[in-house]
């Protein structure tokens, strides 16, 4: 029987690598995630859908995450979302004033998710989108991919990520179902995979 060193972290092997969850309910949500538009503001719209794997199963415990521009196109510089109570230590949330671009929401039993925020802006050459971060079981990495929504087919047909996808650029334009509410799925991978970006 080998006998290892564990006194220092040079003597002790490494492991193999493990998934990321899931255990992202204990710290990672926090109250009022989807609400990432300021309460009341009369443009909020709904951005909502499915987590699903390659079997076209909804998973329950994944965890998306969104940013996105303000209206007019710029990055917003509110303070973030996770606010402290400085003299408590306590959650504040959002302030439900400002308007901060970015929320973290996790799927309930059913695999659905939904955010409340405001049209993003186009910034440079792209059509607007939102960006979305995408953890969930069995993924040793978490996902990036985006949203864009219809209503300018013109910045759609000559956005420079939907052209190179192709055939595949579907499953990154959100469905409009009306009165300001977008149903997006992000499908793992399958058939109808959602296309995912790599940044180096």
Not at 15 to 33: E, N, R, W
Not at 76 to 85: E, K, L, T, V, Y
Not at 160 to 189: C, K, N
Request: proline content about 9%.
């Amino acid at each position: 029987m080998t006998k290892i060193d564990t006194s220092s972290p040079q003597g002790v092997p490494p492991t193999p690598s493990h998934t990321v969850g899931p255990f992202y309910g204990y710290a990672l949500p926090f109250p009022g995630g989807e609400e990432i538009a300021p309460l009341a503001h009369p443009d909020t719209i709904t951005v909502h859908g499915y987590v699903l794997d390659g079997e076209g199963r909804p998973l329950p415990d994944a965890l998306v995450e969104l940013w996105g521009p303000a209206p007019d196109g710029s990055v917003p510089q509110a303070d973030g979302s996770i606010r402290r109570d400085q003299a408590t230590g306590g959650h504040l949330g959002r302030n439900g004033v400002e308007f901060t671009g970015w929320g973290r929401i996790q799927t309930d039993a059913n695999g659905h998710w939904y955010a409340r925020t405001l049209r993003p802006g186009a910034r440079g050459h792209s059509a607007p989108y939102l960006s979305v971060c995408v953890f969930a079981r069995g993924l040793l990495m978490h996902l990036f991919t985006r949203i864009y929504l219809p209503g300018d087919e013109r910045a759609l047909a000559t956005d420079p990520l939907l052209t190179q996808v192709g055939e595949r650029r579907d499953t990154l334009i959100a469905g409009d179902e009306g009165s300001g509410t977008y149903r997006f799925d992000i499908r793992l991978q399958g058939e109808g995979e959602t296309v995912f970006l790599e940044f180096q």
